[in-house]
């Protein structure tokens, strides 16, 4: 089955019932029992629902995966993860991801003993001089957020499997349909699903897919003895959106690069980054592990002038100015104030988040008018 066909039938059957085409809502949080632990499959659930499990059913099927899981948000599904470690153990990320997650693993996970390696990973050979006996993970944001650096999995695959590490990819920029990291070597793949998976921004969820058995057996258990499950109606509209995910990608790529060669010609832009550009550092690793190049993009305004900034973004009308990526609607951010506020200035700014710096979410609208609004906002 190939993904366009996967996106809308994969993991999925009619509901026994009475034939429903979509998995019903099952709003219940508890199931009859004809004797003590007899029972058809479902019990309670934080441990299992029958809408959930249609949704990690179909998680699995676009990563190629064997196992999906849904968790209540990205971050609960990252969370997961880590516990899969021990006080002692060290983890290497990137050192340009999203702030929540930065947030997460500096100011949670580091009092309980975890030690976090926050590093350049465009040139794989780097991860080399921080892996120790005590390394258990490599953390993986590609294309990374927001400067949209590019690291090559395969590479990174081969030093994880080398020493012996997990290998985990944070996939949300990218989606299943660009990109399917465990073909390349991951261990793990994770989605904030409350973006492209979900598509409509209507619902706050994440997710895990992986093939390994005894991983997948104690992230189940995490999942169910944590409980940062997701409900059944947000599980309905993410299985939803992932019906439409092929059709919706296709769209942000092509109106993604319209704005992006737009941007790179304006005279009041200094730097725009986008994958696709033939210049971008890593644009040759792009396009041997992605289908294209997406619909996230930043960029700068000359002189680095925060106010200037903050004035297109305000200006901005079809752009709507929010928190959060990957919907119909295309959204503006100013990562320095708002994603990335969490990350020390300082560490902010060695990566390139400057003041001046606006990521953009491209969404499926009309190219002519996304482009207008920009003209109009940088004036």
């Not at 409509?200 to 897919?209: E, N």
């Not at 041997?288 to 700068?300: A, C, N």
């Not at 708002?338 to 009309?366: C, F, N, Q, Y």
Request: net charge negative; with cysteine; charged share 20%.
């Amino acid at each position: 089955m190939k993904f366009n066909t996967k996106t809308i039938h994969g993991g999925q059957k009619h509901d026994p019932a009475y034939g429903a085409v979509m998995p019903p809502i099952y709003q219940t949080s508890t199931y009859a029992q004809s004797t003590p632990g007899g029972h058809k499959g479902f019990e309670y659930s934080r441990t299992h629902n029958p809408t959930r499990k249609a949704l990690e059913n179909a998680f699995a099927s676009i990563e190629n995966a064997k196992y999906g899981l849904a968790f209540g948000s990205g971050l609960a599904a990252i969370d997961a993860v880590i516990k899969l470690l021990s006080p002692g153990d060290e983890v290497i990320s990137t050192n340009d991801l999203y702030g929540g997650t930065y947030r997460l693993f500096t100011k949670v996970f580091e009092k309980f003993g975890i030690k976090f390696h926050f590093i350049g990973m465009d040139n794989a050979a780097n991860i080399e001089a921080y892996i120790n006996e005590k390394t258990k993970l490599i953390w993986v944001e590609t294309p990374t957020n927001p400067m949209l650096n590019i690291i090559d999995i395969k590479a990174v695959a081969n030093v994880a499997q080398k020493h012996d590490v997990l290998l985990a990819v944070d996939n949300t920029f990218a989606t299943p349909y660009l990109q399917q990291p465990l073909d390349l070597g991951a261990d793990i793949v994770m989605h904030s699903a409350t973006k492209y998976l979900g598509g409509h921004s209507d619902v706050v969820m994440g997710a895990l897919m992986l093939n390994n058995d005894d991983i997948a057996k104690k992230l189940h258990f995490i999942q169910n003895a944590s409980g940062a499950i997701c409900g059944p109606q947000d599980s309905f509209l993410v299985l939803r959106g992932i019906k439409t995910l092929h059709v919706r990608m296709q769209r942000h790529c092509e109106n993604g690069k319209a704005v992006a060669e737009f941007l790179m010609k304006h005279p009041k832009i200094e730097n725009v980054y986008w994958p696709g550009f033939e210049n971008h550092p890593n644009h040759e690793v792009a396009r041997s592990q992605m289908k294209d190049f997406g619909g996230m993009l930043s960029f700068t305004t000359k002189g680095n002038d925060y106010e200037a900034s903050i004035k297109i973004v305000e200006k901005l009308k079809i752009f709507t100015l929010a928190e959060s990526l990957g919907g119909v609607e295309s959204l503006s951010g100013h990562p320095a104030s708002m994603t990335h506020a969490s990350i020390p200035k300082e560490e902010r700014e060695k990566i390139g988040v400057v003041d001046s710096l606006i990521r953009l979410s491209v969404g499926i609208e009309d190219e002519d008018d996304l482009i207008n609004d920009l003209k109009q906002a940088l004036g």
